[in-house]
């Protein structure tokens, strides 16, 4: 089984300012983990995942979130925020080699960017 | 590539009334997707795992008879909210999974259903 934990249902920083939006997982199983980026009244899109590969996980936008095994986290960073950034966040894992399961998400983190 | 389309992108109905919500992926095959339901600002909850030429798997508390869900192809999955009742407004998305990469699910932009 896996469950996401997202610290901090709603996150404010300013403009230009260091962006950390945590995430801490638990499995079963070797994980799969992502973050996506939710903009009001649209379906999901993709930021980075982890697949087993780098521990440091790059994605769009200049986002980059690092897997911490012994401490079970996925946080994710931003050197800069910028106002577009403004959003909604979920972490999401599913099982390494699991077939068909679904992703299991968090309850998400809403961005603000303050000008 | 890896796009998922869903139709319609919002839809507004009166109580009593049936309303179908199409997820395609549109360049590749999915044997598996998912439907999601979100309520406002709040995360996704799983509502079914639809396979195609299967019957779909539902969550615990998820209605089978009133949230009808038919995988009949590769590239299509479809959700039907029969009987609709304002309770069933929310936010539907669906993901599919391609057969060649399990590593990650794609999303459709969502359907926004309003029941009066």
């Known amino acids: 089984a896996q469950s996401v934990t997202q610290l901090g249902s709603h996150v404010s920083v300013s403009e230009g300012a260091l962006v950390l939006l945590r995430c801490n997982y638990s499995?079963?199983?070797?994980?799969?983990l992502f973050w996506y980026v939710q903009y009001p009244n649209q379906g999901l899109q993709l930021l980075l995942k982890y697949t087993s590969a780098a521990t440091l996980v790059k994605g769009i936008n200049g986002f980059e979130a690092e897997f911490k095994k012994s401490e079970t986290s996925f946080h994710l960073t931003k050197p800069s925020a910028h106002m577009s950034d403004a959003a909604e966040y979920f972490c999401?894992?599913?099982?390494?080699?699991?077939?068909?399961?679904?992703?299991?998400f968090g309850k998400g983190t809403r961005l603000s960017v303050i000008a | 590539g890896a796009v998922v389309s869903q139709h319609p992108s919002r839809v507004i109905c009166k109580s009593g009334t049936s309303v179908k919500i199409e997820c395609r992926s549109l360049d590749f095959q999915a044997t598996t997707m998912f439907w999601y339901r979100q309520f406002p600002k709040k995360s996704l909850m799983l509502m079914a795992t639809s396979n195609e030429g299967s019957k779909a798997t539902y969550e615990q508390g998820v209605e089978k008879d009133k949230f009808l869900i038919n995988h009949a192809s590769l590239t299509l999955s479809t959700l039907t909210v029969t009987s609709a009742h304002p309770e069933d407004s929310s936010f539907y998305i669906c993901?599919?999974?391609?057969?060649?990469?399990?590593?990650?699910?794609?999303f459709g932009p969502g359907t926004r259903l309003t029941v009066l």
């Open positions: 499995s079963s199983v070797p994980p799969y």
């Open positions: 993901s599919a999974r391609s057969t060649g990469r399990k590593d990650e699910q794609f």
């Open positions: 999401a894992v599913s099982g390494r080699n699991s077939g068909n399961t679904p992703l299991v």
